[in-house]
């Protein structure tokens, strides 16, 4: 019954910002760590950035400085704010999450893609 929502993809200019969002809705007892993943054409699923239930952040090297997750407990969403981007972050984007429809039951969640195309 649960499911994550994306939106925010499209096409943007080198050095341009884009904001990715995700929703998670359905019946949730817990939400445990998200985070966003992402996969370019003819290469494998890398994972961008994660946040802890509690805030605390990682990122992939090639995203540091220019890439900040987040995310609203209250509302069940998680963000990606994507600056300075470049023709190299192009890929679909999936976000991921650890949720709990019950006590003590965490199933694995991911949303369905979002295309991020970075080209002048």
């Known amino acids: 019954q649960v499911q994550l929502v994306e939106s925010g993809g499209g096409l943007v200019q080198p050095g341009g910002s884009l904001r990715l969002s995700c929703a998670a809705a359905?019946?949730?007892?817990?939400?445990?760590?998200m985070g966003w993943y992402r996969q370019a054409l003819g290469k494998q699923r890398e994972l961008v950035a994660l946040?802890?239930?509690?805030?605390?952040?990682n990122y992939a090297d090639s995203v540091k400085g220019r890439f900040t997750i987040s995310r609203d407990n209250a509302k069940n969403t998680v963000s990606l704010q994507m600056n300075s981007l470049k023709p190299e972050d192009t890929a679909v984007y999936y976000c991921?999450?650890?949720?709990?429809?019950?006590?003590?039951?965490?199933?694995?969640?991911w949303g369905q893609g979002t295309q991020v195309t970075v080209s002048s």
């Open positions: 991921n999450s650890k949720i709990a429809t019950i006590p003590s039951r965490y199933d694995d969640y």
């Open positions: 359905g019946s949730i007892f817990s939400i445990g760590p």
């Open positions: 946040i802890s239930s509690g805030g605390s952040t």
